[in-house]
């Protein structure tokens, strides 16, 4: 079995920059490798999250998303009125999206992203803002495609 991707000359905005990437190959395999054959500083390389996410189609991804939120609420980590916030962003994109609008979806995703990245931190609250980052991300790059 060959590589399911491969990428070069890839850089980040920041340490702990969260950049989601649709695999050229995707499917389901007992094993994965993440081989970093380069590094451009002069430090070695360090991976904070490596997370794999298995969206077989956009409304899959909008559907983890929105549950996500409901159990983040459920748990108290978030309040109601971010709930509302978050829930009524994701609803517009959604909605472009089902109306064919991608260019729009992905504009409502990235406004998504900048609601949760100024979530008041609580407990439990970075790991959420951590996941719903990384969830929104992947549905923009199945937009994208």
Known sequence: MGDLDKRSGQ????????RAFSVSRPGYYRYYKLDITQNNRKSMPSLAEFELL??????QGFSAI??????????????????SMLSATLHQAQKAFNEGNNASAITGMQNFVEQVNYLALGEGTAEVKSRLSADAHAVVNLLSD
Do not use: P
């Not at 850089?11 to 969260?18: A, I, L, P, Y």
């Open 54 to 59: 298995g969206y077989k189609d956009i409304g």
């Open 11 to 18: 850089s980040f905005k920041w340490r702990s920059f969260t």
């Open 66 to 83: 929105q549950n996500r939120l409901t159990s983040a609420f459920k748990k108290d980590v978030l309040n109601a009125s971010q709930k």
